[in-house]
């Protein structure tokens, strides 16, 4: 009987630290809590966040839903027909229907030009076959596993500026990443200086500021400017 009442004293000794534990717990107060912001779709990324790229966040706001159509302003859904602009910086990308509306408009060209709403360059012809963002399928189909409106391959598009080098990225909105590599290495105009920079990017043209030293047109001097481009004076 005793042992038996050791062990009910020492349960009841038990329940009463765990309720007093729960009595002394510190809840925070409902006055005083913030609530999160909601998310949304589209919505800018948290401060301090890095950036994604260009692509990447296309990529994303596509296969989410929340890229807009900039003609029509409504979304544009995984299974509609698109066209996007491969101009220079714009890559916007369109609803093809819409962007085929907007060519019959008064102010979108003359004859079988066409101009693209967001860049204003001049097409020579209005767009009419739903490609892929690499252009090399035709009415891509919905993938659960890739990007809407690709194709699932590799892009391998050029980056221009004599690069050589096709993207590696699976087919995808938006400019193609820096590419990886370095161009061939260059000197500067009058042969001293020997330099390189990325590849895919415009050539620097560095000259290295020291006397030029080339033989002058008399055939007996040397210029004696600074190492320049173009021909010496």
């Not at 910086?89 to 102010?107: D, P, T």
């Not at 101009?115 to 360059?121: I, S, V």
């Not at 097409?123 to 090399?136: I, Q």
């Not at 400019?175 to 161009?183: I, Q, R, V």
């Amino acid at each position: 009987n005793s042992f038996c009442t050791l062990l009910v004293g020492e349960a009841l000794a038990a329940s009463n630290r765990k309720l007093f534990r729960f009595r002394n717990l510190q809840l925070p107060s409902m006055s005083n809590a913030k609530p999160k912001p909601a998310g949304r779709r589209g919505s800018p990324q948290p401060s301090g966040a890095e950036p994604q790229p260009r692509h990447a966040l296309m990529a994303t706001q596509l296969t989410n839903g929340a890229y807009e159509c900039m003609i029509c302003t409504e979304t544009i859904r995984h299974s509609v027909a698109t066209w996007s602009c491969t101009v220079g910086e714009c890559f916007r990308v369109f609803h093809l229907f819409c962007v085929k509306k907007w060519a019959k408009s008064g102010g979108s060209g003359e004859g079988t030009s066409f101009r693209c709403p967001a860049c204003q360059h001049q097409y020579e012809k209005v767009p009419g076959k739903y490609l892929c963002f690499c252009g090399k399928r035709r009415d891509p189909q919905p993938d659960g596993f890739i990007t809407p409106h690709s194709c699932g391959d590799t892009c391998g598009r050029r980056r221009g500026h004599g690069c050589p080098h096709g993207c590696s990225l699976q087919c995808h909105p938006g400019p193609c990443p820096d590419c990886p590599h370095t161009a061939p290495k260059k000197t500067c105009p009058c042969g001293k200086l020997e330099y390189t920079y990325p590849c895919g990017k415009p050539d620097p043209k560095r000259t290295c500021e020291e006397q030029c030293g080339k033989l002058l047109s008399c055939g007996q001097h040397k210029c004696e400017q600074p190492c320049h481009h173009g021909p010496c004076a």
